[in-house]
Structure formats: structure tokens, C-alpha cells
């Protein structure tokens, strides 16, 4: 079974950066990998996906242009979210999410971010990191 973990959560100051990773194990990480966040009292919405082959990256419109995805599948089985000028509408408690499906890999590179967060089928889900943008 495959286990996601998630680490690079803290406190930042907005405008500044951080790195979250999300590290696969269990088997071979062949998933299309998501991540979503989630803000006290709002619902969870996806932020950004990458494909396996990581040719395929989406991007919710919120972050466009301020976070980007990457993954490193020879070395380490681990995802990427480098997260640049963090804003305080950023905090949220961030989830990576894995799936196998041809589904999960159009919704990721159509970007259909409101399907992603209503898809009740998602593989895999870690148990998340806090991200805190304030001064």
C-alpha cells in the first residue's frame, strides 16, 4: 500500500517561501500526485497536480504564477510544491494526494479543480502540514 508523508510546513512571513515535499513508499510511485489545502472553517481545494512522468502540471488560479510543482521519481519517490511570495490567504493545513487513475491524471491536466475536490475516489491522501503565512 502505498504511504504518503508530507513535511516543510511552518510559520513564514508573506512574501517569503517555502518547499513542501511529499515522500512515497510502498511501491513504485507511478500516480498522478495532488495537492489540496484546507483553511480553518473552508473547504479543501486543490492547489496543483503533477503527472507521473511529471510532463503534466496544473495550477489552481490562486497560485499560478507564485507556486510551482516538480517531482523526483529516480532518487527519491518525492513531490515537490515550492511555494514563492506566500500570501496570508495561504494558511491552511496542506494534503498530498496520489491516484492511479486515466480520471485523476484529465482532471489534473485540465485543471478541473472543483471535479478534483469532489472526487471521492482519490487513491491516497497524507496526513497533511500545517502552512502559517503571517507576520
Known amino acids: 500500500q502505498l504511504q504518503l508523508v508530507e513535511s516543510g510546513g511552518g510559520l513564514v512571513q508573506p512574501g517569503g517561501s517555502l518547499t513542501l515535499s511529499c515522500a512515497a513508499s510502498?511501491?513504485?510511485?507511478?500516480?498522478?500526485t495532488l495537492w489540496f489545502r484546507q483553511a480553518p472553517g473552508k473547504e479543501r481545494e486543490g492547489v496543483s497536480c503533477?503527472?507521473?512522468?511529471?510532463?503534466?502540471?496544473?495550477y489552481a488560479d490562486s497560485v499560478k504564477g507564485r507556486f510551482s510543482i516538480s517531482r523526483d521519481n529516480a532518487n527519491k519517490n518525492t513531490v515537490y510544491l515550492q511555494m514563492d511570495r506566500l500570501k496570508p490567504e495561504d494558511t491552511a493545513v496542506y494534503y498530498c494526494?496520489?491516484?492511479?487513475?486515466?480520471?485523476?491524471?484529465?482532471?489534473?491536466?485540465?485543471?478541473?479543480?472543483?471535479?478534483?475536490?469532489?472526487?471521492?475516489?482519490?487513491?491516497?491522501w497524507g496526513k497533511g502540514t500545517l502552512v502559517t503565512v503571517s507576520s
Open positions: 510502498g511501491f513504485t510511485f507511478e500516480y498522478t
Open positions: 494526494a496520489a491516484d492511479r487513475s486515466e480520471r485523476v491524471q484529465s482532471m489534473c491536466a485540465y485543471e478541473l479543480w472543483d471535479m478534483l475536490r469532489d472526487y471521492g475516489g482519490m487513491g491516497y
Open positions: 503533477i503527472s507521473y512522468t511529471g510532463f503534466t502540471a496544473g
